[in-house]
Nanobody, 124 residues
Framework: QVQLVESGGGLVQAGGSLRLSCAVS????????MGWFRQAPGKEREFVAA????????YYADSFEGRFTISRDNAKNTGYLQMNSLTPEDSAVYYC?????????????????WGQGTQVSVSS
C-alpha cells in the first residue's frame, strides 16, 4: 500500500509561484511513476504532468508545459510540482498520484494511488 500526502498549496496573487510537494510512504518510491492532476469546482479532473520512476522523463499537458515543472527526489520519497506565472484559472485542488512504473507516463490513466489534494487559490 502506498500513501501520498500533498502540501504546499495556499493563496497566491496572479503572477506568483507555488511549489507543491507530495510525500510518499509505504513502498519504495522508485517503484512508481508519479503524476499531478487538478480539479476546479464544477470541472472534471485534469491531467497536469507526469514523471517516470527516476525523473529521467517527464510529460506535460500542453497547457502547462513551460509554466509548470514536475520533479522528484527518490532519496526523500517526495515529488514536486513547481508552478510559475499563476493565474486565477489555475485555482483548483491539486492531487498527486502514483502508478507502477512499468505502466509508463505517456498515458493519463491507471493511477492507483492518490493523495487527498491540496487547495491552490490564485487571486487577481
Amino acid at each position: 500500500q502506498v500513501q501520498l500526502v500533498e502540501s504546499g498549496g495556499g493563496l497566491v496573487q496572479a503572477g506568483g509561484s507555488l511549489r507543491l510537494s507530495c510525500a510518499v510512504s509505504g513502498r519504495s518510491f522508485s517503484d512508481y511513476a508519479m503524476g499531478w492532476f487538478r480539479q476546479a469546482p464544477g470541472k472534471e479532473r485534469e491531467f497536469v504532468a507526469a514523471i517516470n520512476w527516476n525523473g529521467g522523463n517527464t510529460y506535460y499537458a500542453d497547457s502547462f508545459e513551460g509554466r509548470f515543472t514536475i520533479s522528484r527526489d527518490n532519496a526523500k520519497n517526495t515529488g514536486y510540482l513547481q508552478m510559475n506565472s499563476l493565474t486565477p484559472e489555475d485555482s483548483a485542488v491539486y492531487y498527486c498520484a502514483a502508478k507502477e512504473r512499468y505502466l509508463g507516463i505517456y498515458n493519463r490513466v491507471m493511477y492507483r494511488y492518490w493523495g487527498q489534494g491540496t487547495q491552490v487559490s490564485v487571486s487577481s
